[in-house]
T-cell receptor, first 113, second 114 residues
Framework: GNSVTQMEGPVTLSEEAFLTINCTYT??????LFWYVQYPGEGLQLLLK?????DKGSNKGFEATYRKETTSFHLEKGSVQVSDSAVYFC????????????FGTGTLLAVQP | DTAVSQTPKYLVTQMGNDKSIKCEQN?????MYWYKQDSKKFLKIMFS???????INETVPNRFSPKSPDKAHLNLHINSLELGDSAVYFC?????????????FGQGTRLTVV
């Protein structure tokens, strides 16, 4: 079946540090891949997405590249800020008549000043 | 102007009660969803409706019954609440059910069963 595995948190970084949150997936066919972010007390917001192999999604300084050969979609940011503290979810959608977003377990990022 | 709004934001109730959570979207989307987020932040889809028709019904106890009076609304009714139902419930919508389009989420309803 389809699944998403992402690194366990929490991830604690100092401001301006480099961020990587690993995400790998299992899916048949060609899924679309997403990163969602959940700030404290809020719902999820789409951060970025990629719909085919080698696509790079980017937003707010975050990037992730759809790597079919390694079935990965790792999230990166060159210099994190305190305001980036949130829970980050990797997700996939695999199309079809009963399509649904399948989420990873979420990774809590805490950025300290 | 909230895109996906759900009410109430917090709900505390006793075991055995029946409660409803309402969701409305003003984005003109055809597809709406209910997700459950447990205490470890794990998100799992419960239901999905496309144009008022149920298209996804995961393994959810039949105490949970979604109702979609029109494509802008998807309500969730829960009968005979149990302690294990305590979670945050998120409503979401997307333009279509086929994937690739962004899902917009509401702010969540934190349900606590005591």
């Amino acid at each position: 079946g389809n699944s998403v595995t992402q690194m366990e948190g929490p991830v604690t970084l100092s401001e301006e540090a480099f961020l990587t949150i690993n995400c790998t997936y299992t899916a048949t066919g060609y899924p679309s891949l997403f990163w969602y972010v959940q700030y404290p007390g809020e719902g999820l917001q789409l951060l970025l997405k990629a719909t085919k192999a080698d696509d790079k999604g980017s937003n707010k300084g975050f990037e992730a590249t759809y790597r079919k050969e390694t079935t990965s979609f790792h999230l990166e940011k060159g210099s994190v800020q305190v305001s980036d503290s949130a829970v980050y979810f990797c997700a996939l959608v695999n199309g079809g008549a009963t399509n649904k977003l399948i989420f990873g377990t979420g990774t809590l990022l805490a950025v300290q000043p | 102007d909230t895109a996906v709004s759900q009410t109430p934001k917090y709900l505390v109730t006793q075991m055995g009660n029946d409660k409803s959570i309402k969701c409305e979207q003003n984005l003109g989307h055809d597809t709406m969803y209910w997700y459950k987020q447990d205490s470890k932040k794990f998100l799992k889809i419960m239901f999905s409706y496309n144009n008022k028709e149920l298209i996804i019904n995961e393994t959810v106890p039949n105490r949970f019954s979604p109702k979609s009076p029109d494509k802008a609304h998807l309500n969730l009714h829960i009968n005979s609440l149990e302690l294990g139902d305590s979670a945050v419930y998120f409503c979401a919508s997307s333009q279509d059910p086929w994937g690739g389009t962004e899902a917009f989420f509401g702010q969540g309803t934190r349900l606590t069963v005591v």
